[in-house]
């Protein structure tokens, strides 16, 4: 859902359902930015970014249940650049994008 709502605001999206899906295109293509839950059935969004960061230098948006004080400290440690909690409105996920790619006002 997050996607279409995405490309309906212009962006370019890549969705997956996997990490193991997310290193396999990460190694295939550029990407700017990586909107990830924390929980993934094939493991864990911050192992997920921890991994990318590291390949290909991305910034990454959680995008989680997940909101426990500790939860989000891992989230910040793995190297997201914004928590966001379930549910949440279109407009917080364009302001975290906008935010964490420093896109200024036009």
């Known amino acids: 859902m997050t996607a279409r709502l995405l490309r309906r605001e212009g962006y370019d999206v890549v ?6 899906e997310a290193v396999r295109l990460c ?8 909107i990830a839950d924390i ?3 094939d ?3 911050c192992d997920l970014m921890i ?3 590291a390949m ?6 959680a995008f989680t249940a ?8 891992r989230g910040r440690i793995a190297g997201f650049s914004a928590y966001l909690l379930k549910p949440l409105a279109l407009k917080e996920i364009l302001s975290a994008i906008d935010k964490v790619l420093e896109v200024l006002p036009e």
Not at 15 to 20: G, I, L, V
Request: glycine content about 14%.
């Open 15 to 20: 969705a997956t359902t996997t990490k193991s």
């Open 27 to 34: 190694k295939e293509h550029s990407f700017d930015l990586l």
């Open 39 to 41: 929980g993934l059935p």
């Open 43 to 45: 493991g864990s969004g």
């Open 51 to 53: 991994e990318l960061a």
């Open 56 to 61: 290909c230098n991305i910034k990454g948006i």
């Open 66 to 73: 997940y909101g426990y004080q500790e939860d989000v400290a």
